[in-house]
Nanobody, 124 residues
Framework: QVQLVESGGTLVQAGGSLRLSCAASGLTFGRYAMGWFRQAPGKEREFAAGISGTGTSTSYSDSVKGRFTISRDNAKSMVYLQMNSLKPEDTAVYYC?????????????????WGQGTQVTVSS
């Protein structure tokens, strides 16, 4: 079955950097667009970044654009989220998700598979 396993979440100070990883298995990885979503306490899960199946197209929410970078390694079935200049408002559980369309999209409903999430806490 399909599994998405996130890692790399931790406590970090504001202004710091962190890289999240997501290991995928059970799917033809290069056919799927991958996304990173996040959910803060008491808030809706929101789109952060997405990357197409080929890795040639990316998209970002306005709140992370210029600070976060999504990338993927299709040979290793991995997707990454490099987060720089972190702010306390970036504190959330970060989820990796896979979209069979192969196109990086920002809608939660577009994604077919989800990981369990990894906690990122940014202290001020």
């Amino acid at each position: 079955q399909v599994q998405l396993v996130e890692s790399g979440g931790t406590l970090v100070q504001a202004g710091g950097s962190l890289r999240l990883s997501c290991a995928a298995s059970g799917l033809t990885f290069g056919r799927y667009a991958m996304g990173w979503f996040r959910q803060a306490p008491g808030k809706e899960r929101e789109f952060a970044a997405g990357i197409s199946g080929t890795g040639t197209s990316t998209s970002y929410s306005d709140s992370v654009k210029g600070r976060f970078t999504i990338s993927r390694d299709n040979a290793k079935s991995m997707v990454y989220l490099q987060m720089n200049s972190l702010k306390p408002e970036d504190t959330a559980v970060y989820y990796c998700a896979a979209d069979f369309s192969g196109v990086a999209r920002g809608m939660k409903s577009a994604y077919n598979y989800w990981g369990q999430g990894t906690q990122v806490t940014v202290s001020s």
